[in-house]
DNA sequence: GTTCACGACTCAGAAAAATCGCT
DNA sequence: GAGCGATTTTTCTGAGTCGTGAA
């Protein structure tokens, strides 16, 4: 923690480039690249050993607007795609593996129905000196506490040291094996004690081409969003349908716990927006006296029409206000654009723009709509 | 076959920068 | 239209996933 991280150099650095492609200028003189190769099985341009973390690989390669991130970006969802006509035979299997009696099946059936049912990530197995947190097959016994009328409870911090809070009811067999996996455990061992990442992955290719659990991800958020656009779109103006898109947006996100720190200003922005409603209001009053009083023809004599437009605008005003404070007080702990970015199908939400005259802009920023520029030409009858 | 290290890629929130919207 | 705080977008880089190949 806390250390400088030296400069990196030319002689740090491998080029990956076309065997007949003309090398890179060196822009330190003197020095010289490492090593120049010619992988063309590799997406990277140029990588380094970090010199702090000396395992971890650093890569230079293209941004996520070529065609070439494009291509496998586009490929992700086509996979997320296929686990639609599979899914109904996934969950079978599970449901019968719940009650397998051996082991290993039942803990991989478990597992399996957890990272479809909750979004959960694999859970690799990590080196002691890393951060203590866990994915599906690194589950903890004291992650899951079973309370009863088959309600399971999760707890524990994952990626980035995200706290998962979870209290779910789960099948009466599920619940049943979550007794047993934790039966003459101790805290801090393993729940899937026969199980790890390569068996989970191993397992689900037999169910699927390519398939491994983080495709789960992608395939539910993707659902999720598809599923909920073609359910709540109604007529509107298009404030009100981008209203719509943002909560299906927000139940992606929230089912893939994506979170964010509450901002440090947080309260005092909204005690500021509480006194201005209140100043609104106030200043309402007032308005409703003098209309009452221009009825009666007294002083101050105002126009009867300019008082019932200020009124109105007045009240939009607060209704927009008390309508913003409550999207904030919503969206304060969670995060929508890693799901917009990684697991959303860009082409569900361009179809649906095009099918209810939504501008993309209203979606997706500049940089997004680059990105996503594989996705923009779609059927506006296209479904996930 | 199994374990293990590691390479190459995707995905994560925080921080920084740009833009918005109000006075 | 300047000045500002809030909000949104973009950048940054660490933290995961998953495959491969050597021991």
Same mark, same amino acid.
């Given at each position: 923690?806390?250390?400088?991280?030296?400069?990196?150099?030319?002689?740090?650095?491998?080029?990956?480039?076309?065997? =007949?492609?003309?090398?890179?200028?060196?822009?330190?003189?003197?020095?010289?690249?490492?090593?120049?190769?010619?992988? =063309?099985?590799?997406?990277?341009?140029?990588?380094?050993?970090?010199?702090?973390?000396?395992?971890?690989?650093?890569?230079?390669?293209?941004?996520?607007?070529?065609?070439?991130?494009?291509?496998?970006?586009?490929?992700?969802?086509?996979?997320?795609?296929?686990?639609?006509?599979?899914?109904?035979?996934?969950?079978?299997?599970?449901?019968?593996?719940?009650?397998?009696?051996?082991?290993?099946?039942?803990?991989?059936?478990?597992?399996?129905?957890?990272?479809?049912?909750?979004?959960?990530?694999?859970?690799?197995?990590?080196?002691?000196?890393?951060?203590?947190?866990?994915?599906?097959?690194?589950?903890?016994?004291?992650?899951?506490?079973?309370?009863?009328?088959?309600?399971?409870?999760?707890?524990?911090?994952?990626?980035?040291?995200?706290?998962?809070?979870?209290?779910?009811?789960?099948?009466?067999?599920?619940?049943?094996?979550?007794?047993?996996?934790?039966?003459?455990?101790?805290?801090?061992?393993?729940?899937?004690?026969?199980?790890?990442?390569?068996?989970?992955?191993?397992?689900?290719?037999?169910?699927?081409?390519?398939?491994?659990?983080?495709?789960?991800?992608?395939?539910?958020?993707?659902?999720?969003?598809?599923?909920?656009?073609?359910?709540?779109?109604?007529?509107?103006?298009?404030?009100?349908?981008?209203?719509?898109?943002?909560?299906?947006?927000?139940?992606?996100?929230?089912?893939?716990?994506?979170?964010?720190?509450?901002?440090?200003?947080?309260?005092?922005?909204?005690?500021?927006?509480?006194?201005?409603?209140?100043?609104?209001?106030?200043?309402?009053?007032?308005?409703?006296?003098?209309?009452?009083?221009?009825?009666?023809?007294?002083?101050?004599?105002?126009?009867?029409?300019?008082?019932?437009?200020?009124?109105?605008?007045?009240?939009?005003?607060?209704?927009?206000?008390?309508?913003?404070?409550?999207?904030?007080?919503?969206?304060?702990?969670?995060?929508?654009?890693?799901?917009?970015?990684?697991?959303?199908?860009?082409?569900?939400?361009? *179809?649906?723009?095009?099918?209810?005259?939504?501008?993309?802009?209203?979606?997706?920023?500049?940089?997004?709509?680059?990105?996503? *520029?594989?996705?923009?030409?779609?059927?506006?009858?296209?479904?996930?």
């Amino acid at each position: 923690m806390g250390k400088l991280k030296r400069r990196i150099c030319p002689n740090d650095v491998t080029i990956n480039i076309g065997k =007949d492609a003309p090398v890179p200028e060196c822009p330190i003189p003197g020095e010289s690249w490492k090593e120049i190769t010619h992988d =063309d099985t590799g997406t990277w341009l140029a990588k380094w050993g970090d010199p702090i973390k000396s395992k971890l690989i650093k890569y230079v390669s293209l941004g996520a607007s070529s065609s070439w991130k494009g291509q496998s970006d586009k490929e992700k969802y086509e996979k997320a795609r296929m686990l639609k006509s599979y899914i109904g035979n996934i969950r079978a299997a599970y449901i019968k593996g719940f009650t397998s009696k051996d082991i290993t099946k039942q803990q991989i059936a478990v597992a399996t129905y957890f990272i479809d049912k909750l979004a959960l990530r694999a859970g690799n197995e990590k080196d002691d000196e890393e951060a203590d947190t866990v994915g599906c097959c690194t589950l903890k016994v004291e992650n899951v506490t079973a309370e009863g009328h088959n309600k399971l409870k999760f707890d524990f911090l994952g990626k980035d040291s995200i706290k998962y809070e979870n209290t779910v009811e789960v099948e009466l067999p599920v619940y049943n094996a979550i007794l047993k996996f934790q039966k003459d455990k101790r805290p801090g061992d393993d729940l899937f004690d026969k199980l790890d990442t390569s068996i989970l992955n191993a397992h689900l290719k037999e169910l699927m081409p390519n398939l491994t659990a983080k495709v789960f991800r992608t395939f539910n958020a993707s659902f999720t969003l598809d599923d909920m656009l073609n359910k709540e779109t109604k007529d509107g103006d298009v404030a009100q349908k981008v209203g719509v898109y943002q909560h299906a947006n927000k139940q992606v996100a929230i089912i893939c716990n994506h979170q964010r720190s509450v901002s440090k200003s947080y309260s005092a922005q909204i005690s500021k927006l509480n006194e201005k409603i209140d100043e609104l209001q106030a200043y309402l009053k007032e308005l409703k006296i003098d209309l009452d009083r221009a009825r009666k023809e007294k002083p101050p004599l105002k126009s009867l029409d300019r008082i019932e437009k200020k009124i109105a605008q007045t009240s939009a005003k607060i209704e927009k206000m008390q309508r913003d404070m409550h999207t904030k007080e919503d969206l304060k702990t969670v995060a929508l654009g890693t799901s917009k970015i990684n697991y959303l199908d860009p082409r569900i939400s361009v *179809a649906w723009c095009k099918r209810h005259e939504v501008p993309i802009e209203k979606i997706f920023s500049k940089t997004l709509l680059e990105k996503f *520029a594989w996705a923009m030409d779609v059927d506006p009858d296209f479904r996930f």
